[in-house]
């Protein structure tokens, strides 16, 4: 990839920074109006609405609420996808901003706002000013938050009616500078899995524990024998976290329940390490309450996949950060997160690559580095620029005239 003169790239950034207030303005007023997975009837309209306004072909109904503008132009038989997650959190808003929440309970704390804010002004000048041969698929996705919206437009035939060579998304990270952009080729992100462990045991008296089968004693020595699996059965070089978040039983001092639950988070990031805390849970909690003369009840339910990124993929997504922000600005290969996401279920099935787009280290850039799913969170506005420019430039490099 030849490198660009520096009048070419402020002419970029500049082009899009022209527009930036028209999109932070759209991305104050989806902030105001935030939906829930699946519920996000509003953010659909508005997408659609703009999409349609620039040209784009524009598919509703996806997933429920996905919505996907296609821009076709020249004779390039390659196509493209780039993915923005509209969904919010059922978070109390604190953050005392003019644009706050207006829906109680219901709060941007992860910064889907400016991911779609960020994707429609790519749109906008991908329709007005970019050169490109191919095929764009711009897809807005309903339902990340744990709800597997990529998964369900794809039950719904996404890549079937949009098939795609490559797809990418990007996503907010604090604790990183505003603006930097960071990429890590293979196991980028944690599978996420939920499990609940119901004990049934025999309720009695408190005074007279010998005539009752105790659940919480057993779900007690659960939830301690849990923690010996990634201690003893998982290779020290590999992560795993197994949380217990949730330990419900009984509601009087003397009286022994009928029964215990414990609600497990469960991830990894790696497929065989995935397999193996399933089977060693099962095979744990089983033992441990026949243990105690009590019964375990399983539900194991598989959540979002490991996120694999594609070594190529990659790769490029590198040469076009460099080529945009330079390469003091571009971070390549940090440490994986342990956090999860549904695009995860893309990429096993296309090609692509999930970055990250610095949101604020509180180091002097007017953001503070407040992590995402937190009451005090907004998006950095600053990278709405940022974002939407890269997204311009690696349509032009993905897809070159």
């Not at 711009?138 to 597997?148: N, R």
């Not at 020595?221 to 998982?234: P, T």
């Not at 390549?332 to 787009?357: H, K, W």
């Not at 009451?375 to 506005?381: I, K, M, Q, R, T």
Request: hydrophobic share 40%.
């Amino acid at each position: 990839m030849n490198a660009p003169s520096e009048a070419f790239l402020h002419d970029k950034l500049q082009a899009l920074q022209a527009q930036a207030d028209e999109f932070i303005a759209v991305r104050r007023d989806i902030h105001k109006h935030p939906e829930m997975g699946y519920k996000e009837y509003r953010t659909s309209d508005l997408v659609a609405e703009q999409l349609e306004k620039w040209g784009y072909a524009v598919t509703r109904g996806l997933g429920g609420t996905g919505v996907v503008g296609q821009l076709k132009r020249g004779t390039g038989g390659k196509a493209l996808g780039l993915r923005a997650d509209m969904d919010a959190l059922p978070i109390d808003e604190a953050t005392g901003l003019p644009y706050a929440s207006c829906n109680t309970g219901i709060m941007h704390a992860c910064g889907h706002d400016g991911h779609t804010a960020m994707l429609l002004a790519a749109a906008k000048h991908i329709a007005q000013k970019a050169t490109f041969s191919g095929t764009v698929n711009l897809i807005f996705q309903p339902a990340e938050e744990g709800l597997g919206g990529a998964k369900k437009m794809m039950e719904d035939g996404l890549f079937k009616q949009f098939p795609c060579d490559a797809i990418f998304g990007m996503h907010n990270m604090p604790g990183h500078p505003q603006g930097h952009l960071v990429m890590r080729d293979g196991a980028a992100m944690a599978s996420s899995d939920n499990v609940t462990i119901t004990v049934e045991g025999t309720g009695g008296h408190g005074a007279v524990p010998h005539r009752s089968a105790d659940p919480v004693v057993a779900a007690s020595a659960i939830v301690m024998g849990l923690q010996s699996i990634v201690a003893r059965n998982v290779d020290p070089q590999e992560m795993a976290v197994i949380t217990v978040g949730a330990f419900n039983a009984g509601v009087a001092n003397n009286v022994i329940p009928q029964s215990a639950t414990l609600r497990l988070s469960v991830r990894a990031l790696n497929r065989e390490v995935r397999e193996l805390l399933e089977k060693r849970i099962t095979d744990l909690a089983h033992a441990q309450a026949q243990s105690y003369g009590v019964r375990a009840h399983i539900d194991y339910k598989r959540g979002y996949p490991v996120l694999v990124n594609h070594m190529a993929e990659t790769d490029f997504v590198q040469q076009v950060a460099e080529e945009l922000v330079g390469k003091d600005r571009v971070v390549r290969n940090p440490r994986a997160l342990t956090g999860s996401e549904d695009f995860a279920f893309m990429l096993e099935e296309v090609p692509g690559c999930y970055l990250l787009i610095g949101n604020g280290d509180g180091s002097g850039d007017g953001h503070g580095a407040c992590m995402v799913h937190n009451p005090g969170y907004d998006f950095n506005d600053d990278n709405v620029a940022v974002g939407s420019a890269f997204w311009s430039l690696l349509v032009e490099r993905f897809l070159p005239a």
